[in-house]
T-cell receptor, first 116, second 115 residues
Framework: NAGVTQTPKFQVLKTGQSMTLQCAQD?????MSWYRQDPGMGLRLIHYSVGAGITDQGEVPNGYNVSRSTTEDFPLRLLSAAPSQTSVYFC???????????????FGQGTRLTVV | ELKVEQNPLFLSMQEGKNYTIYCNYSTTSDRLYWYRQDPGKSLESLFV?????AVKQEGRLMASLDTKARLSTLHITAAVHDLSATYFCAVDRGLLRTGANNLFFGTGTRLTVIP
């Protein structure tokens, strides 16, 4: 019963490098999203997807790209890493907001990214 | 602009005591969530509150929702050390009709229970 799986757990990048954070869920959730967590600021939404082939920007999308080719996977790409992107990144999934009832989000274990 | 304010931000309490964490939000919302986060860990879902007057309880924690006042509370009864963690409330951003379950989080309440 894997739930939401993120890789890697830790990563150090040099300024200007690119990388992809992986996220996979096995709960057949329609909705997936990426958040970043910075000290004292809670979690902020980067990008989200309501289904395969559909993505949209959240609150802080600059410097990040996403794609959703399958229901299960939702990778987050850092195009050219900057020190301001040092943060902890969480992937989350849930049933669609269109469903009645419980749409609680399930979170992955997080990726701690440091950009030097 | 949607705002979600939690207070207190930091809470230190003795074992056995009761306390309440407050979550105020600035716009109408269909759903409110409470999460727990241990240091260096992920977020664990505690409660989902779906309607005005909803009350849910799990062990020493009880959450309630007043949509008219735009207020949710998380009440801790007879605190124990294991409850030490950061607690977040989150509201949906009003895009549920599009299928999006986007959440807006408060800044969290860091709870420390002292033996």
């Amino acid at each position: 019963n894997a739930g939401v799986t993120q890789t890697p757990k830790f990563q150090v990048l040099k300024t200007g490098q690119s990388m992809t954070l992986q996220c996979a869920q096995d709960m057949n959730h329609e909705y997936m999203s990426w958040y970043r967590q910075d000290p004292g600021m809670g979690l902020r939404l980067i990008h989200y997807s309501v289904g395969a082939g559909i993505t949209d920007q959240g609150e802080v999308p600059n410097g990040y790209n996403v794609s959703r080719s399958t229901t299960e996977d939702f990778p987050l790409r850092l195009l050219s890493a900057a020190p301001s992107q040092t943060s902890v990144y969480f992937c989350a999934s849930s049933y669609s907001g269109l469903r009645r009832g419980n749409t609680e989000a399930f979170f992955g274990q997080g990726t701690r990214l440091t950009v030097v | 602009e949607l705002k979600v304010e939690q207070n207190p931000l930091f809470l230190s309490m003795q074992e056995g005591k009761n306390y309440t964490i407050y979550c105020n939000y600035s716009t109408t919302s269909d759903r409110l969530y409470w999460y727990r986060q241990d240091p260096g860990k992920s977020l664990e879902s505690l409660f989902v509150l779906l309607s005005n007057g909803a009350v849910k309880q799990e062990g020493r924690l009880m959450a309630s929702l007043d949509t008219k006042a735009r207020l949710s509370t998380l009440h801790i009864t007879a605190a124990v050390h294991d409850l030490s963690a950061t607690y977040f409330c989150a509201v949906d951003r009003g895009l549920l009709r599009t299928g999006a379950n986007n959440l807006f989080f408060g800044t969290g309440t860091r709870l420390t229970v002292i033996p």
